[in-house]
């Protein structure tokens, strides 16, 4: 159980694979906002974008609702799920036919406020 407090964002329905999304995800996970947004303008990544919007909704509900600094805030948990699946299909040799997938996620976003160590 953490002893912080989370403020969670959602960015669903994104037209782009989860594969893709989980390796800019995985960049900016336990990063500080501020950090994170700033390696996110660098990536030339597509995918990174979509990072940036959901990472700044999060901080930008966190700040306006429960009055928290946004200096002080920190990426706790950020993960890429699959969403829906669009099967659509091309025709193949002999009559038959190829799938394809496009495939779909949902980027979930939780920022906290980091702790002041008392020591």
């Known amino acids: 159980m953490a002893d912080y407090f989370e403020v969670t964002a959602t960015e669903k329905y994104i037209r782009m694979s989860p594969r893709k999304v989980r390796l800019i995800v995985d960049l900016v996970r336990g990063k500080s906002v501020d950090e994170a947004m700033s390696l996110l303008k660098m990536t030339p990544k597509v995918a990174a974008r979509v990072v940036e919007k959901a990472i700044n909704s999060a901080a930008s509900n966190a700040t306006q609702n429960y009055g928290l600094v946004r200096e002080d805030l920190f990426i706790s948990t ?26 779909g996620a949902h980027v979930t976003v939780s920022v906290a406020e980091r702790q002041a160590k008392e020591s």
Request: hydrophobic share 30%.
């Open 78 to 103: 950020i993960h890429a799920d699959e969403g829906p699946t669009l099967k659509r299909m091309k025709a193949g040799a002999r009559g038959r036919y190829k799938p394809i997938l496009k495939r």
